[in-house]
C-alpha cells in the first residue's frame, strides 16, 4: 500500500476511534465547525447604530451569528426579533452588542461580563473613566470587546505603540457645529458656534477629557488612546464647520518608529449627524471577528 494512501487510512480509523469513544453524532467536520462558530447574539439599543446592526445580522451578513433580541428600555414595534430585557438576554445570549450610548454601557456592562456572556463595545469613550476601565477589565468571565468605529489605521498604530511608543499623537475631528454643542457649554460659546461662517475650533486637550465632554461625539478620539495605550498622550482638537458635509478625523503620530498621518471623511449618520453611517457597518464587521466566522484580515 502506498504511503500516502496508508496514512489517510490511519487519519480515518483515528477519527473513528475518537467518535466511538465520545460517542459524537457522525457528523460531517464542517458542520462541527459551523456549529462550534455560531454564536447568540443580542443588541442593546435600537436607534442610529442598533437599527443597522439588527438588520446586518438578520440579513445573514455576519457569518455565525444568530440574532436572539433587542434589549430596550422602550416599547418596539415593528421589529425583526423579539424584544427582551436584560436578564432574559443573558439567559439566552453568548455575546451583546451594545449601541445605546455612555450611560447605558455603564449601568449594564459589568453585569453582562459577570454573567459570562462577551460584550461589544461601540460607546468605547466611557472607557476614559479610569475606574470604570478598570473594573469592566477585571470583570468576567465574558470577555470585553471594542470596534474600531469609525476611524482606521488603529492597527498600526497599535503595533507602532508596543514597538516604541510615539513623541505625539493627535487626532482632529471637524463636523457640523449643532452635532458639537454639549449641556456643559455656556450661552456665549453656544451661539459663538451655532453662528460659526467657517472653521472654528471648539476644544483642544487630552483624550480622556475630550471623551467624558463630548460623549455622544468623540469616540474617535478614544479610539486613538487605546490603540496607543495612553489617554493622556493623546490631543484631541475639536473643530466645528458649517461646510463640513463630511466629518473628517486627522489622526498624526510620530516617534521613533516611524510617522503616520491618517485622514478619514466619512458621511454622517441620517438618523444621527453625531455619529457616522459608517460605524454600524465597523460593528458588524467586530462581530464577525469575534465569532470567527470567516478568515481573513485582522
Known amino acids: 500500500m502506498p504511503s500516502s494512501v496508508m496514512k489517510i487510512f490511519t487519519s480515518l480509523r483515528f477519527v473513528n476511534h475518537l467518535r466511538e469513544r465520545s460517542q459524537l453524532p457522525n457528523q460531517d467536520s464542517k458542520d462541527i465547525m459551523k456549529s462550534a462558530r455560531t ?5 442593546i439599543g435600537y436607534g442610529a447604530i442598533g437599527v443597522p446592526v439588527v438588520a446586518g445580522i438578520t440579513a445573514g451578513r455576519v457569518a455565525g ?5 433587542i434589549i430596550s428600555r422602550s416599547p418596539l414595534s415593528n421589529v425583526p426579533v423579539k424584544q427582551l430585557d436584560l436578564a ?11 449601541c445605546a450610548g455612555q450611560e447605558a454601557l455603564v449601568e449594564h456592562a459589568e453585569d453582562v461580563l459577570r454573567a459570562g456572556v462577551d460584550l461589544l463595545v461601540t460607546s468605547i469613550g466611557a ?18 470587546f471594542l470596534t474600531s468605529g469609525a476611524v482606521g489605521g488603529l492597527d498600526l498604530l497599535s503595533s507602532g505603540a508596543r514597538a516604541e511608543g510615539y513623541e505625539k499623537v493627535t487626532i ?5 457645529p449643532g452635532s458639537l454643542i454639549q449641556p456643559w457649554m455656556n450661552e456665549a460659546l453656544v451661539e459663538e458656534i451655532r453662528n460659526a461662517r467657517g472653521p472654528l475650533d471648539v476644544y483642544e486637550g487630552s483624550a480622556a477629557e475630550a471623551a467624558l465632554l463630548f460623549p455622544k461625539s468623540l469616540n474617535a478620539g478614544a479610539a486613538v488612546a487605546i490603540a496607543v495605550n495612553n489617554w493622556d498622550a493623546v490631543t484631541v482638537r475639536v473643530r466645528a464647520d ?12 510620530s516617534g521613533n518608529i516611524g510617522e503616520y498621518r491618517f485622514e478619514i471623511r466619512n458621511k454622517p449618520s441620517e438618523d444621527n449627524p453625531r455619529t457616522s453611517g459608517v460605524v454600524p457597518f465597523a460593528v458588524l464587521r467586530s462581530l464577525e471577528s469575534i465569532i470567527g466566522g470567516r478568515g481573513g484580515l485582522i
Do not use: M
Open 65 to 69: 451569528a444568530v440574532l436572539e433580541g
Open 242 to 253: 458649517p461646510a463640513a458635509e463630511l466629518t473628517s478625523h486627522v489622526i498624526e503620530a
Open 172 to 176: 482632529t475631528t471637524t463636523k457640523l
Open 39 to 43: 454564536r447568540r447574539v443580542g443588541v
Open 127 to 144: 472607557l476614559a473613566d479610569r475606574e470604570f476601565s478598570k473594573q469592566l477589565h477585571a470583570a468576567g468571565p465574558g470577555r470585553l
Open 88 to 98: 432574559e438576554a443573558l439567559e439566552c445570549c453568548d455575546l451583546l452588542v451594545e
